[in-house]
């Protein structure tokens, strides 16, 4: 059974500043990862999609890179803005499976 | 493109209610769709998988009886909540996957704004 962690469960940072948001999964056979946002009490907004083959997606001050041999994937937030704040959530799609798995969520606060 | 509409955005209603939502995929068609349910503060867990033309599949420890699911054509399905009771209360989401004539795994889900229901 896949299971997604996320850490930290919580996070702030100073405006400007750069931060990585972490996620590891235990089932490295997937198709795809993405990262969402979502802010309180809304839906959820795709960030990211990386597929199993590749290594990183990139979107403006957004980077998110897979390593899936390890079970791993983080998002890089450059020069962070209170804009930015929000719960980061991945999820992962499993082989042989439509089904998304996701983590534990990341709040972030950025400080201005 | 790929918009997902979810409605309504919130419910208010009196216990032992039974309580529609409905997600619809906008600009495209999808065969599945999936409703997740979320609690304050936490991830969002997936309770239910509806294909089109098809029973859903349920995740387990979700009541089929009380969370009815209809996947009637290409782009609605409807979650109803039957005799709904406080505990009931929570977010709920859904989400579409697009038909493409591809292999699938590749395609991210769509996801609606959510639905929050309060039962009082």
């Known amino acids: 059974k896949q299971e997604v962690t996320q850490i930290p469960a919580a996070l702030s940072v100073p405006e400007g500043e750069n931060l990585v948001l972490n996620c590891s999964f235990t089932?490295?056979?997937?198709?795809?990862l993405q990262w969402f946002r979502q802010d309180p009490g809304k839906g959820l907004t795709s960030l990211l999609l990386i597929q199993s083959s590749q290594r990183e997606q990139t979107s403006g001050r957004l980077n998110a890179s897979l390593d899936k041999s390890s079970g791993r994937s983080t998002l890089y937030i450059a020069a962070s803005q209170p804009g930015d704040s929000a719960t980061y959530l991945c999820?992962?799609?499993?082989?042989?499976?439509?089904?998304?798995?996701f983590g534990t969520g990341t709040r972030l606060t950025i400080i201005p | 493109g790929a918009v997902v509409s979810q409605h309504p955005s919130r419910v208010i209603c009196k216990s032992g209610t039974s309580v529609k939502i409905e997600c619809r995929s906008l600009?495209?068609?999808?065969?599945?769709m999936f409703w997740y349910r979320q609690f304050p503060k936490k991830s969002l867990m997936l309770m239910a998988t509806s294909n089109e033309g098809s029973k859903a599949t349920y995740e387990q420890g979700v009541e089929k009886d009380k969370f009815l699911i209809n996947h009637a054509s290409l782009t609605l399905s409807t979650l109803t909540v039957t005799s709904a009771h406080p505990e009931d209360s929570s977010f709920y989401i859904c989400s579409a996957l697009r038909i493409t004539g591809q292999g699938g795994g590749n395609q991210p889900q769509h996801f609606g704004d959510g639905t929050r229901l309060s039962i009082l």
């Open positions: 089932d490295s056979a997937i198709y795809n």
């Open positions: 600009d495209f068609q999808a065969t599945t």
């Open positions: 999820a992962v799609r499993s082989f042989g499976n439509e089904k998304l798995t």
